[in-house]
């Protein structure tokens, strides 16, 4: 079992920057980052392999970069250009040869 912890959500002003964090607390191959707005579904913003390949949802496309530190079992979300439309909550997911994990969320609203 292995268990996420998401951290450095908050509030920021359009075209802020903020940098969200996933440490996993043991081995973990696939990471993605998902988000969840207010009455609409959660969708998928960011993935990366456990060799580094990444992809992104179009709507994040050149604001978002994810990457991951393989060592630390720990992955990030810098998120650039930040848009209201932005305002969820963000969850990492990840997954090793036992399962898929989900972390307990964090806030992100961008708001003047």
């Known amino acids: 079992q292995v268990q996420l912890v998401e951290s450095g959500g908050g509030l920021v002003q359009p075209g802020g920057s903020l940098r969200l964090t996933c440490a996993a607390s043991?081995?973990?191959?696939?990471i993605g980052w998902h988000r969840q707005a207010p009455g609409k579904q959660r969708e998928l913003v960011a993935t990366i392999s456990s060799s580094g390949r990444t992809t992104y949802a179009g709507s994040v496309q050149g604001r978002f970069t994810i990457s991951r530190d393989n060592a630390k079992n720990t992955a990030w979300l810098q998120m650039n250009s930040l848009k209201p439309e932005d305002t969820a909550v963000y969850y990492c997911?990840?997954?090793?040869?036992?399962?898929?994990?989900w972390g307990q969320g964090t806030q992100v609203t961008v708001s003047s």
């Open positions: 997911n990840a997954t090793n040869f036992l399962g898929s994990y």
């Open positions: 043991g081995t973990i191959y696939n």
